[in-house]
């Protein structure tokens, strides 16, 4: 498949479809058994190591943070960042709405494990220290699964408005989470069954199409949020 620079692209699939797989093959925490991954027409192998984790950032599902301060935490995306830049990544996150309630706002503490955190707000933090360096490429590998549905809605709109230019790649387990992009992947036991839209895909492929109707079905019974 192909991805044009400053798409949003979502990848959907069962769990254990290859999900994950596919989307570490891009900042080569896997190489390929076979087959080329290309960026801006170059191969992958042939581009350096600093080179490639400058033009690719990834914010993973289970968020890590570090002990020290917010602002040491959000640094790692990007050593040089200023105030502005820790505030606009943070807005990006919508987690300014809790940083900016501290009194030493960006000089707060992260204690061990970020123990004093939710998931919600590590989640958030995560987010934005993937996109405080403005990186080419974005991966978010369900790294919005623990944010309420307003909140993702907002992430996304953020990420739409501030990014423009930023290829973004969004794992989902809900399909809600990538009706919008501009083109959806969908796999099936570690193969690319089907790619569209989410309107294209709803008419012509039968394996979004059952995730779709299985997860509007959980909805209906609360079981998942809208």
């Known amino acids: 498949f192909k991805v044009k620079a400053g798409e949003m692209v979502g990848i959907v699939g069962a769990t254990g479809s290859g999900k994950s797989t596919l989307a570490q093959l891009i900042p080569r925490l896997y190489d390929p058994s076979k087959g080329t991954i290309k960026i801006g027409g170059k191969d992958l192998k042939k581009i350096g190591e600093k080179s490639l984790r400058n033009t690719v950032s990834m914010v993973l599902q289970k968020a890590i943070l570090f002990s020290g301060t917010i602002a040491s935490n ?27 309630q501290y009194p030493d706002e960006f000089d707060h503490e992260v204690e061990e494990r970020s123990a004093n955190f939710s ?3 590590k989640q958030r933090l995560s987010i934005a220290r993937g996109v405080i360096g403005q990186p080419p ?6 790294s919005t699964s623990a944010l309420d549905a307003k909140s993702e809605k907002l992430v ?3 990420l739409e408005h501030d990014l423009k230019d930023t290829t973004t790649v969004i794992i989902a387990e ?5 009706m919008n992009a501009d083109k959806i992947l969908v796999l099936d036991d570690g193969k690319l069954v089907a790619e569209g839209t989410h309107e294209e895909l709803l008419k012509t492929s039968p394996i979004y199409q059952d995730i779709y109707r299985t997860q509007k079905a959980k909805e209906k019974r609360g079981e998942i949020d809208e």
């Open 119 to 121: 998931g919600g707000q």
């Open 74 to 100: 959000l640094r790692q995306g990007k050593e040089d960042a200023t105030d502005y830049e820790l505030k606009r990544a943070s807005e990006i996150a919508q987690a300014q709405e809790f940083v900016g």
């Open 156 to 158: 996304q709109e953020a």
């Open 137 to 142: 490429i974005l991966i978010l590998d369900d």
């Open 174 to 178: 809900k399909i809600v989470s990538v």
